[in-house]
T-cell receptor, first 112, second 113 residues
Framework: DTEVTQTPKHLVMGMTNKKSLKCEQHMGHRAMYWYKQKAKKPPELMFVYSYEKLSINESVPSRFSPECPNSSLLNLHLHALQPEDSALYLC???????????FGPGTRLTVT | AQSVSQHNHHVILSEAASLELGCNYSYGGTVNLFWYVQYPGQHLQLLLKYFSGDPLVKGIKGFEAEFIKSKFSFNLRKPSVQWSDTAEYFCAVSLYGNNRLAFGKGNQVVVIP
């Protein structure tokens, strides 16, 4: 199984809402990532978890809060987002730091 | 600053034409190199990757890429494209042993039937 799954596929939320994005992989990968992608642009790295520990935070605003409950799961908690946060949020995983990263289908987030 | 450059952001070509997309990086040291493809409305898929060994790498869907260390390049090629190759193509680079993947700005490829 070489798949990364993400839920929900689409999410519309108001600026005062609290929501969470979920990501799961069963490839035994030890590194998991959150990216933000705007239309026709490359993904922008947000967070990296390595062996369930946060190893990289690319100066992401605190209204985005990542969580890694176990080696297969990665969550992104959202609170008080802004309309400019509307984007496709991608999760990825890799075997350590060298392997190619495998991406999930993403969650299309719209902040109203 | 370290960067990944992709040229000719928009490429339009006819079916059966050959495709070559350029990728240059400015990192020193040992690098891992990747090409990803994103079909319309779909997620990023890994086309091919280079870590070491034979600098000519073959990937899925008939794509190949050649690593030329002296030119800091990792160009993607396909001898004969199909309409289904219409997609956004991203080159990406990571330093050996580093989790951080740097993407180029992408090439939007449109294949006309």
């Amino acid at each position: 199984d070489t798949e990364v799954t993400q839920t929900p596929k689409h999410l519309v939320m108001g600026m005062t809402n609290k929501k969470s994005l979920k990501c799961e992989q069963h490839m035994g990968h030890r590194a998991m990532y959150w990216y933000k992608q705007k239309a026709k642009k490359p993904p922008e790295l947000m967070f990296v978890y390595s062996y369930e520990k946060l190893s990289i935070n690319e100066s992401v605003p605190s209204r985005f809060s990542p969580e890694c409950p176990n080696s297969s799961l990665l969550n992104l908690h959202l609170h008080a987002l802004q309309p400019e946060d509307s984007a496709l949020y991608l999760c990825a995983s890799s075997q350590g730091g060298q392997g190619g990263q495998y991406f999930g289908p993403g969650t299309r987030l719209t902040v109203t | 600053a370290q960067s990944v450059s992709q040229h000719n952001h928009h490429v339009i070509l006819s079916e059966a034409a050959s495709l070559e997309l350029g990728c240059n990086y400015s990192y020193g040291g040992t690098v891992n190199l990747f090409w990803y493809v994103q079909y319309p409305g779909q997620h990023l898929q890994l086309l091919l990757k280079y870590f070491s060994g034979d600098p000519l790498v073959k990937g899925i869907k008939g794509f190949e890429a050649e690593f030329i260390k002296s030119k800091f390049s990792f160009n993607l090629r396909k001898p004969s494209v199909q309409w289904s190759d219409t997609a956004e193509y991203f080159c990406a680079v990571s330093l050996y042993g580093n989790n951080r993947l740097a993407f180029g700005k992408g090439n939007q490829v449109v294949v006309i039937p």
